[in-house]
């Protein structure tokens, strides 16, 4: 069973930087893709990063010069490095994958929907 664990989350004023952290267990497949999200209450999940198997990375655009995605496979964890944090940066934040045969099946109209979700970890930013 597919096992994702986040940590890292907190609190933090506007301008501070904090690193989320992503712990996999309980899979041995090559290819995956994985990646952030955030949701903030009344509002759609919305994806934030993402690296791939392949080490394909991805952001949305209103993170993209701030956040960095990647990863230690010795550790089987990946890292969300968030710099220059804003009050609308304030979300739940979640770590997701998909096993997939090949990384290739990530890229854009075929990537799957993510199967396996972590719990969780708040990220707040004040002003």
């Known amino acids: 069973q597919v096992h994702l664990a986040e940590s890292g989350g907190g609190s933090v004023q506007a301008g501070g930087s904090l690193r989320l952290s992503c712990e996999a267990s309980g899979f041995t497949a090559s290819g995956y893709c994985m990646g952030w999200l955030r949701q903030v209450p009344g509002k759609e999940r919305e994806g934030v990063a993402s690296?791939?198997?392949?080490?394909?990375?991805n952001y949305a655009y209103n993170v993209k010069d701030r956040f960095i995605v990647s990863r230690d496979n010795a550790k089987n964890t990946l890292y969300l490095q968030m710099n220059s944090l804003k009050p609308e940066d304030t979300a739940m934040y979640y770590c997701a994958i998909v096993l997939v045969p090949d990384a290739k099946y990530c890229r854009g109209g075929t990537r799957p929907e993510y199967t396996y979700w972590g719990q969780g970890t708040q990220v707040t930013v004040s002003s």
């Open positions: 690296l791939d198997s392949d080490g394909s990375t």
